[in-house]
């Protein structure tokens, strides 16, 4: 507090420099607890200064496979979850009754300013909220969705609520254009889409919720905006028995195209007991591999190390 939280910034830094980084968990004090140890301000979640810093482009979440133990998913499943915008963000104040305008002002000198909304208040206590879910780099978090689910043979699902919030149907879009574009003759030739009409497979986020339970035998893979990716990803632990059992990668990208930073979130859990799958994910997370497992295949084993080359040293 301080300090304006310095080591944080020191460690984003870092991580951009060395290109990975690994973060045990961590809590952004609420407001009670600010309140409790006299901070001065609210510090900010380490993970989204972690995603701005790193320029992020994805969280990557896959269930962990050991030999030996029966877990949630009997084949992998893959998760994208949008590692920008949405409500983490949000500009927010208290309202009472009156008219709410949101206006946009372009860059550009002589554009004119642009009407978002405006609806008049009604009540006397109201929370009005603004925020922004960026769309630039959709297209790179298709590429990494659908290069992984190709390799790694599940089938590839978006996940929206484009139906009721029609400002998600750009995600959808970007998504579906690149998978038509340079995925979908070699999805179909892999037989991957036969489930699903030959076509990429859309699932609205209640949808998404019921199959997460439901398709158990896994081999599938989602990708969804910020806030969903957030609440299906957690239901997917508990499937998958734990958080401990589930990776969490983020991917950035630096100015030379380059995939820079890969950073993984443990959460201990105690499973039957005991603690003894800490260490097993802990190196799980550096090798990108299986740990005790004879299913890794050489070419998982090259495609995580090429995620980890601009680090060194990355047990450092």
């Not at 028995?241 to 969490?248: F, Q």
Request: with cysteine; hydrophobic share 35%; proline share 3%.
């Amino acid at each position: 507090d301080q300090t304006e939280d310095r080591v944080l910034h020191h460690a984003v830094e870092a991580g951009a420099r060395i290109g990975a980084i690994f973060k045990e968990p961590t809590v952004t004090p609420t407001e009670v607890q600010r309140r409790a140890k006299r901070l001065r301000t609210p510090l900010c979640s380490p993970n989204g200064a972690m995603c701005r810093g790193w320029n992020g482009v994805t969280i990557s979440h896959d269930t962990m496979h050991i030999d030996g133990i029966d877990l949630g998913y009997r084949r992998p499943v893959y998760f994208e979850r949008h590692a920008v915008g949405g409500e983490y963000g949000a500009g927010w104040t208290f309202v009472g009754r009156g008219q709410l305008l949101t206006m946009f002002y372009p860059e550009e000198e002589r554009s004119d300013a642009v009407l978002v909304d405006a609806r008049h208040v009604e009540g006397e206590r109201n929370v009005a909220v603004v925020y922004v879910n960026p769309l630039d780099n959709v297209a790179d978090l298709a590429h990494h969705f659908f290069g992984r689910c190709l390799e790694g043979g599940v089938v590839p699902h978006v996940v929206t609520k484009k139906t009721a919030f029609k400002w998600q149907e750009g995600f959808w879009t970007i998504m579906k254009d690149v998978f038509d574009a340079h995925y979908r003759d070699r999805f179909r030739e892999a037989g991957l889409l036969d489930a699903t009409d030959g076509k990429l497979s859309h699932l609205s986020s209640d949808a998404a919720i019921m199959q997460i339970i439901r398709w158990t035998d896994g081999g599938f893979g989602m990708a969804a905006l910020n806030y969903d990716g957030d609440m299906l990803t957690d239901e997917l632990a508990q499937v998958h028995r734990s958080p401990a059992c589930i990776t969490s990668a983020l991917i950035g990208k630096r100015e030379d195209g380059l995939q820079v930073a890969r950073h993984h979130r443990l959460v201990q859990r105690r499973i039957r007991g005991r603690h003894a799958l800490r260490g097993r994910n802990r190196v799980w997370q550096w090798s990108g591999t299986r740990v005790g497992s004879t299913h890794a295949s050489e070419s998982g084993r090259r495609r995580h190390s090429h995620n980890l080359t601009t680090s060194p040293h990355p047990t450092h």
